[in-house]
């Protein structure tokens, strides 16, 4: 493997270290409401449960990388029928704000 590969590997690793942490659930934050045990694991575990159903959790990985408005997305996604009861939008709102793959 020649410098130029190894560095593109090295710069691979380093990008994609963010979403394999967030995958696992490990991410942590403060100030987080009802989001149990000081990590985001319960937010994991609203998107798994309501936000899956029609896409992928790659999809808001995604939109949480590059920037976007997660509150007004996840409000549009009611509109269309994600249904998410008071603790839920708690947990939600919380994760949006702290979450690590956000800018």
Known sequence: MNISQTL???I??????PL????????TGKNLGNVVGGDF??????IEKRCTVCH???????????GKDMATIQ??????GAKLNANEREVLGIYWKQNPLKH
């Open 8 to 10: 593109a590997l090295i």
């Open 12 to 17: 691979a690793v380093v990008a994609a270290a």
């Open 20 to 27: 394999w942490a967030a995958q696992d659930g490990s991410a």
């Open 41 to 46: 694991k319960k937010a994991h575990a609203v």
């Open 56 to 66: 992928s959790d790659k999809r808001i990985d995604a939109a949480l990388s590059s």
């Open 75 to 80: 409000q549009e996604m009611e509109r269309r």
